[in-house]
């Protein structure tokens, strides 16, 4: 363990200055095993063969070296040099200084703003929520009764400190480093007392770049949900939305996602506003009659800045297009500098964001959803998102846009949005049902629902 200096804890190895020695080869080597044994012990577990059988191959957790991300691996080394892995429960600050920081935090009010649909999702699907400080501190969470007393156990709770130096590798402490979205699954935690767990979390900016904290939802390994990466994320950027409207000086009207991408609700878009349509094929970009050419490329780093207009760093926009391929920044940089003098500028330079309004059908239906008009977000809903990409960024928005508009026509009772979103979903028998359980026996559309479900069936 390391000495505890005026600061706080310093890891074992730490040099004059602040800086942390990283372990050398052989210790690195170590603790790759080390976690690689942890991959395979879990897989050998109830629980990990529960997994196995439960997921898709192509998402299943691997044991062995196949599956460890750098990432992950890098976190392990540096969680060596200071952590006991017996280690049960996070270090805690004063609670009641930590709820006093929360009063008076600038993040307060825009969680507030998504604080009930934080509250829904933790309750309806076994979460816990937890919003913490640029440090790493917990400062709020919420959740059901149940997730709560366990998270408790292990101090993920106001006060409790998840950074990494204090909790090894976890969601949390990714997301703080990196300065992007992260998900930390069982036995990828450096300490074992987390291997029950899976954690998604969101960094939350302040505008002008700074992480100002993390929003996290967490819960046991069986409860994991392939869109709970993405739901954290449009939480997050809708704080951040928030904290632009607080930023903004007296008199400048910033609206939602929205108004900021699509020009709704709030100051209207220029008449040389660009319209861009990636839903369904076809995709184009337009200024008035006239179309603009772009590279497929090009418009998969458009549409991603139109889907988050809070922006993204250089480095999560590179994964976001790339993933794991290994394309150099060169080319990234080259792809984005060609499509600012495609657009005649309208990008940001430090942080990548969209300068100019733009119109996108895809942020059309995330912005009718967000705000519950299932009517509004069927109606622009033209097809798959980019259906040909396979951008990590963009094949998480699709699958999130139908995922969701899936859910908010099957809890609606007009059967219109049933017919309308079926076109888009011809093998979706549990979809042809319930349209046909709203439609009138007298019905004409009865026959088109009752084709598609045969089809459907055969």
Not at 325 to 346: D, Q
Not at 390 to 409: I, K, T
């Amino acid at each position: 363990m390391g000495t505890t200096t005026d600061a706080g804890v310093q890891p074992a190895g730490a040099q004059p200055g602040g800086s942390t020695g990283l372990p050398d080869a052989s210790q690195l080597r170590r603790l790759r095993r080390e976690l690689e044994h942890a991959w395979v012990s879990w897989g050998e577990t109830d629980a990990g063969r529960g997994v196995a059988r439960r997921r898709p191959r192509a998402s299943r957790p691997k044991p062995g070296g196949a599956a460890l991300r750098a990432e992950v691996v890098e976190s392990w080394a540096r969680s060596g040099a200071s952590l006991d892995r017996a280690c049960g429960e996070a270090p805690v600050t004063d609670a009641d200084a930590a709820r006093s920081r929360w009063a008076e935090s600038q993040l307060r009010r825009p969680v507030g703003a998504v604080a009930d649909e934080l509250r829904r999702i933790t309750e309806d699907a076994g979460f816990v929520a937890a919003v913490t400080d640029e440090t790493g501190t917990i400062l709020w969470t919420c959740g059901g009764a149940h997730m709560r007393r366990a998270a408790e156990r292990m101090n993920f709770a106001p006060g409790g400190r998840w950074d990494e130096q204090a909790m090894g590798t976890n969601a949390l402490s990714l997301a703080l480093l990196r300065g992007q979205a992260a998900t930390v699954f069982s036995a990828e935690h450096y300490l074992s007392a987390l291997h029950g767990w899976v954690c998604y979390c969101a960094p939350i900016h302040h505008p002008d770049g700074r992480v100002l904290g993390v929003l996290d939802l967490s819960t046991t390994w069986d409860r994991s949900h392939p869109l709970a990466l993405s739901t954290v994320r449009l939480l997050a950027a809708g704080i951040e939305e928030r904290l632009r409207e607080d930023a903004a000086p007296e008199g400048v009207r910033v609206g939602p996602r929205a108004r900021q991408a699509h020009g709704e609700g709030g100051v209207a878009p220029a008449s040389d506003a660009l319209r861009l349509t990636v839903l369904g094929e076809g995709p184009r970009l337009e200024r008035g009659p006239q179309e603009i050419p772009l590279r497929p490329r090009q418009l998969e780093i458009l549409t991603l800045l139109a889907l988050e207009p809070e922006g993204f760093t250089p480095e999560r926009l590179h994964d976001a297009l790339y993933g794991e391929r290994p394309v150099s920044p060169s080319t990234f940089k080259a792809e984005v500098s060609h499509l600012r003098r495609a657009l005649g500028g309208g990008i940001a330079t430090r942080r990548y964001a969209l300068t100019r309004p733009l119109v996108c059908d895809a942020a059309l239906v995330a912005a009718a959803l967000e705000r519950g008009d299932a009517g509004a977000a069927v109606a622009a809903y033209a097809g798959p998102l980019l259906p040909r990409s396979e951008a990590p960024g963009l094949v998480e928005w699709r699958e999130h846009l139908h995922v969701a508009l899936r859910e908010a026509v099957l809890a609606s009772p007009d059967p219109g949005l049933a017919l309308a979103f079926g076109h888009h979903a011809r093998y979706d028998i549990a979809l042809h049902r319930h349209a046909l359980a709203l439609l009138a026996p007298d019905d004409t559309r009865r026959g088109v629902v009752s084709a598609r479900l045969r089809t459907a069936l055969a």
